[in-house]
C-alpha cells in the first residue's frame, strides 16, 4: 500500500505542474522493482483525477513504460509516438507532445511524472523538461525521508511490542519480525533459522566449523508458508546461513553477478541450499552474549538492487531485538515451570516460621532471573523513546546533525550499559553494603522520567542526615523502582499526575519512604491482594502481578515492612519502613 503522504506529495506536484506547464494530462507513477509493477496513485485528465489500475511493465505497452524500461527522460511528439509504434490510453486523445522523467532513489528508478498535451506541438520544450526533473528530484527525497521514517516507526513498534510482551513465545517472535520487516521491504521471500549448537561437540569457529542443528523455524517462498526443516551443516556444503553463523557478520548482495561470485570463491566450499543463486539477498545475524542464535534473510530470486543499505540497517535492528526476546522467552519459560515450585515454597514458609530465613534466601536466588528480565525491560525502555526524538529532530534537516542527537545516543549507550551490568549482578550473590538511599531514589527516577509521559511529574523530597542503611543494593532498587513504576501506571492516563516521594527518619531508628501518587486508587475489596503473586488488576496496561510481590518480598527479607493507603480517585500511599544501622 502506498504511504497516504506520498499521495499527498504527488497530488501537490501535479497542482504545480498543471500551474507551471502548458499540459492536458499527468500521470505520476510508482514503480515497484521487486513485483515489475506501476501504480498510478495520481492521473489527472482535462482537470479530473482518473483511477487507474496498477499494471505490470511489460515489453508492448505505454509510452510512459518505457521511461521506466529505458531509466531516462523521454520527449515525444505526434510523428515520433508513431514511428516508435508507442501506444497510449485509448480514453485519452492521441498527444502531440508528451514528456516523462523518471524519479531516481540511490540509483534505482522508483516511478515516474509524464504530462501531455493534445492540442499543441512542442508544448513541452527544455524549460518544461527542468521543471519536471526538478519535481522528480523533490520527489524522490521526500519518498527517501518518509522511507527512512517508516524504517524506524517499523523497529519502535517492533521493540514496543516485544519489550511490553515478554510471554510470547519464539514463533510469535518470529511472526512478528516477518510482519514488521513485510511493512518496509520485499519479504515475498524470507527465512529465520535458528541455530542450536551441539550439547556434546563444541563448535569450532576458529577452524570454521560448527556442529549443531540449523532449523529454519520460519519460511515464506514466493509469498506462500512453508513448512519448518532443518540441516545438520556439512563443511563442504556451507551456505550463507553457515558463513553468518560463524563470522556473526552480515551479507548483502546486490546482484545475480555477485551472487555467483560469492558462491565460487576459490577453496570455499559454498552451496546454495534453497534453489539458484539469487539475484538480492541480505541475511543478518541474531546475536545474544557474542554468540549467533540465528539468521534472518530476505532475497529475491530473479531482480538485481531489490534492497539497499537502510534495508540491511533495519533488518540488524530487528534482529538485535528478536535475538534479546528470543533470550527472554526462553528465560520466562524457565521461570515459569519455576515459579510452579516457587508457589509451594511460599505456602511451606507460611507454615514453617522457624526455618523462614532459609526460605527466603531460596526465594531470592530463584527470583533473580525473573529480576534481571524485569529489570531489562524497564531499562530499556528509553530506547523506543529515544529514537523517535532523534527521528523528530532529524525531520527538518537533512545534512545538518543537531548537537542533541549524540545527547540522546549517549543516553541510549548509558542506559544499555546499565542492562550489562545489571545483568552481572546476577552472577554472584551480592553481599550487604552502605547504601545512600537517596542516591538510589535519584537514581532509579532519572530512568523512569525517561519513558514517563511530559503530563507526569515525579517530585522527591529527602530529609538531610539520614540515618545509615545495610543492604543488598539490587534488591532495594528492585523493590523501589517496582513501586514508583507502579504508581507511574496509577496516573497514566491523567494529565497532571504527580509521583510524590519522601525520604525521613523516624523513631525507634527507622528509615521510612512514602511513595504517594494522584491516581485512580485501588478498591477496598483488592488492597489486601495487590502484594500477591500473579495479581494484577490493571485492565488495559499489560501488569504480570510480579512487580509489587517482588517489592514487598525483598523488603520482608530485610526485616523491613511496607503498607498501603489508597482512595479511589484521590490516589495511593505506600509506606516503606527499614531497620537502619545506626543514627548519624
Known sequence: MINKSIINILKSVSEKAHELLDI??????????AKGKIEFPVAVYNGEPVDIPPRLCKDDDLWQELIVKENTPLRFGQKELEQKGLMFWDKIPRPL?????????????????AADNTKKENALGDSAFRVLSMFARNIAIAVKMLKKDTRLMAVNQMAGELNSRI??????????????????????????????????????IEKRRIYGTIDFSLMYVEGKRKEPWSRIPKPE?????????????????????????????????????????FASWIGVPMIIRNKVIGVIATYHTKRDYIFNEDDKVVLSMMADNAAIAIENSKLFQELEIANNTLEEKVIELQKAQNDIADKERELVKSGM????????????????VLITLIKRRMKPVIDIVDPKVIEYLDNIYNETENILNEANKLKKYDEPEPINLEEVIEAIIGQIELITPPGIKIKFDPEPSLY??????????TAIHNIIQNCV???????????YITLENNENSKIHINISDNGCGIPDNKIDLIFEYGKTFWKDKKGTGYGLWRAKNIINTMNGNIT???????????????????QP
Open 24 to 33: 492536458d494530462h499527468f500521470f505520476a507513477a510508482l514503480y515497484d522493482h
Open 468 to 477: 545509615s542503611f545495610h543492604g543488598i543494593r539490587s534488591h532495594i532498587e
Open 489 to 499: 501506571t496509577a496516573v497514566s492516563d491523567k494529565d497532571n499526575g504527580l509521583i
Open 167 to 204: 510471554q510470547l513465545k519464539t514463533n510469535e517472535i518470529l511472526n512478528l519480525v516477518y510482519e514488521k520487516a513485510g511493512s518496509i521491504m520485499h519479504t515475498d521471500n524470507m527465512y529465520i533459522a535458528l541455530y542450536t549448537p551441539d550439547p556434546d561437540k563444541k563448535d569450532e
Open 237 to 277: 556444503e556451507y551456505g550463507r546461513t553457515e558463513e553468518i553463523i560463524i563470522t556473526g557478520e552480515s551479507i548483502f548482495i546486490k546482484t545475480k553477478e555477485e551472487s555467483i561470485k560469492w558462491y565460487n570463491e576459490s577453496g570455499a566450499g559454498r552451496k546454495e541450499h534453497i534453489g539458484n543463486p
Open 369 to 384: 532471573a525473573m529480576d534481571f528480565i524485569h529489570k531489562m525491560n524497564n531499562l530499556v525502555g528509553p530506547i523506543p
Open 97 to 113: 507532445s508528451c514528456m516523462g522523467v523518471p524519479i531516481i532513489l540511490e540509483n534505482l528508478i522508483i516511478g515516474f511524472i
Open 564 to 582: 498501603v493507603n489508597s482512595k479511589i480517585d484521590e490516589g495511593t500511599l505506600f509506606t516503606i519502613i527499614l531497620s537502619s544501622e545506626k
